[in-house]
């Protein structure tokens, strides 16, 4: 039975929140519908940044002490707003969608802890939109002894099944963390977290340059890489970890580029993101023959530069030269995740996540 399931994303870039509709019956996807966007305010962002440097503290998954209070209530309203936006701007009805599929933002990620939070009142959302939420899809997961994530590998694969080529596959998603999916037929799918995303280009940005990010790579392309930084940084245990393996955000906080020219810091870790994707290949089973590229990392043109110049002979190209709506994939999974969630087929495995065996999940929230 094929279900239409809206997708809610926000990820750990803080940008803001991403909706996109799906038909699917949690196996294939019959079609794409529309997709949508909400960005976060300044004021929001920095709600968030607080939360995430209040989070660290956290020991209980549902405690909410001091600014997280705050924090869910307003990533509640945004995903509310994003909702209620998406329907006027589609000229749709909250009947027309049997599904959501709500992931929160996540603000702290312990699997050694068996801890992940992602914040937002799935019951407060599903009474504002007048539709069953599906949320809280790492819980079981890491309960079990899992990583939590990454979790869009399944949707991965549906949409490179679709695909006429050759494996080894890999789609590489570049959000505030960059993780992989590695597909060769139907029988192989492995996926793990492989190092920072736009996460410490962001706050790079952010604090030298007051820019949200470095538009297109701009920036990246007139600055010149520190290597030996890079080669140093890629020192940390985290790289040679075979997967499954993943991080949370802030995982690389700590390092520090000194006094650099914001050019020549920007470049650096732009390298530094494609050079540690590329960590990735010895440790798969076969080395891939072409990388698909999601997530805001997808737009930024130094960063698939970099990446071509070390996967070797791989063809490296942007999940929008396929007809995939790269921006709305993840958006578009946690509706997939919904629909599979409802009809309790696996979201995670032990080879995307490490969970002992194959794993549903998901909690349904009604208005």
């Not at 079981?140 to 590998?153: K, S």
């Not at 600055?223 to 970890?241: H, M, Q, S, T, Y």
């Not at 995740?337 to 409802?342: C, D």
Request: net charge neutral; proline share 6%; glycine share 10%.
């Amino acid at each position: 039975m094929m279900l239409t399931a809206l997708g809610l994303m926000s990820g750990t870039s803080l940008d803001g929140v991403d909706v996109a509709l799906i038909e699917t019956d949690g196996k294939q996807v019959k079609a794409f519908g529309p997709s949508g966007y909400r960005a976060y305010s300044p004021a929001e962002r920095n709600l968030l940044r607080q939360a995430l440097s209040e989070a660290v503290h956290l020991a209980q998954r549902d405690a909410r002490p001091g600014i997280l209070a705050e924090a869910e209530r307003a990533v509640t309203r945004a995903h509310a707003e994003a909702v209620a936006a998406f329907f006027a701007q589609n000229r749709m009805k909250p009947e027309d969608v049997d599904i959501v599929g709500f992931h929160g933002q996540t603000v702290l990620h312990r699997p050694e802890r068996r801890l992940t939070v992602q914040i937002g009142d799935a019951a407060a959302l599903a009474k504002a939109i007048h539709i069953p939420v599906m949320h809280d899809f790492r819980a079981a997961d890491v309960e079990a002894g899992g990583q939590g994530a990454p979790f869009v590998p399944v949707y991965h694969r549906a949409l490179a099944n679709s695909l006429d080529r050759e494996g080894p596959i890999v789609v590489v998603n570049i959000g505030g963390v960059s993780n992989i999916t590695y597909i060769d037929g139907n029988d192989t799918l492995i996926a793990c977290d492989t190092g920072p995303g736009n996460a410490l280009l962001d706050d790079f940005m952010y604090r030298t340059m007051n820019q949200a990010f470095d538009a297109e790579g701009k920036f990246a392309a007139l600055g010149k890489v520190d290597e030996v930084w890079i080669a140093r940084a890629l020192e940390l245990p985290f790289f040679a970890l075979p997967p499954p393996k993943s991080l949370d955000r802030n995982d690389f906080a700590a390092l520090r580029l000194g006094d650099v020219a914001p050019a020549d810091g920007a470049a650096t870790l732009t390298a530094f993101t494609a050079t540690a994707i590329t960590r990735i290949i010895p440790l798969l089973p076969r080395r891939p023959r072409s990388w698909i590229v999601c997530g805001g990392g997808a737009r930024n043109l130094t960063m698939l530069r970099m990446l071509r110049e070390r996967v070797g002979s791989a063809t490296v190209e942007a999940a929008e030269t396929l007809g995939w709506a790269s921006d709305a994939i993840e958006a578009q999974a946690f509706g997939f995740l919904a629909a599979r969630g409802l009809k309790g087929l696996p979201l995670s495995y032990p080879t995307t996540t490490g969970v002992p065996m194959p794993m549903t999940g998901g909690v349904i929230a009604r208005p």
